[in-house]
């Protein structure tokens, strides 16, 4: 069965800087985009960042745009998300998310079980 | 950027209702919306997508329709299971979600 699992979250000082992981089973990996959407608590989703299936491209969200770097190997199976300069506000569960097909814009079929960030002093 | 607004915030139900929920887009999607559904310390899990078709497993009781900028999800005899909030999200110009309705018991 189709499984993401994210490891790397923790706690971090402001400025600092954290990789997240997210090792996949059950699927193709190579054949789907994937994405990091986080969500601060008890706050609602928040879009992050996109690869595609082959890495030939990746967008990000305005608000971690120049901070955070998404990533993946494909012969690992493994999607990554850098996180630098790190800020109060980036205080959330990260998950790790599956696209729904190889490329374009599509839904999310399948979700991480999250992994915490904390940002603070 | 696309903004998704949904209503209500909350909504109030006993098992057995049937219950709407609206989200709207500040521009035309298309029918590029999807539904989703989070129960507490879970991670969300898709519901429809396209705007009407349901996804995987999906119990029929839900159901999504509209196009361009209206649209909805309803939940016809709702079941203790279903109390959760559900995202709508657009995913015809990157990805943005709404801001979430929490359905609730009565």
């Known amino acids: 069965q189709v499984q993401l699992v994210e490891s790397g979250g923790g706690v971090v000082q402001p400025g600092r800087s954290l990789r997240l992981s997210c090792a996949v089973s059950g699927f193709t990996f190579s054949s789907h985009g994937m994405h990091w959407v986080r969500q601060a608590p008890g706050k609602g989703l928040e879009w992050m960042a996109v690869i595609a299936f082959d890495g030939s491209y990746q967008y990000y969200a305005g608000s971690v745009e120049g901070r955070f770097t998404i990533s993946r190997d494909n012969s690992r199976n493994t999607v990554y998300l850098q996180m630098n300069s790190l800020r109060p506000e980036d205080t959330a569960m990260y998950y790790c998310?599956?696209?729904?097909?190889?490329?374009?814009?599509?839904?999310?079929?399948?979700w991480g079980q999250g992994t915490l960030v904390t940002v603070s002093s | 950027d696309i903004q998704m607004t949904q209503s209500p915030s909350t909504l109030s139900a006993s098992v057995g209702d049937s219950v709407i929920i609206t989200c709207r887009a500040s521009?035309?999607?298309?029918?590029?919306l999807a539904w989703y559904q989070q129960k507490p310390g879970k991670a969300p899990k898709l519901l429809i997508y396209k705007a009407s078709s349901l996804g995987s497993g999906v119990p029929s009781r839900f159901s999504g329709s509209g196009s361009g900028t209206e649209f909805t999800l309803t939940i016809s005899s709702l079941q203790p299971d279903d109390f959760a909030i559900y995202y709508c999200?657009?995913?015809?110009?990157?990805?943005?979600f709404g801001q979430g309705t929490k359905v609730e018991i009565k």
């Open positions: 999200q657009q995913y015809n110009t990157y990805w943005t």
């Open positions: 998310v599956r696209s729904e097909g190889v490329g374009g814009y599509r839904p999310f079929d399948y």
């Open positions: 521009q035309s999607i298309s029918s590029r």
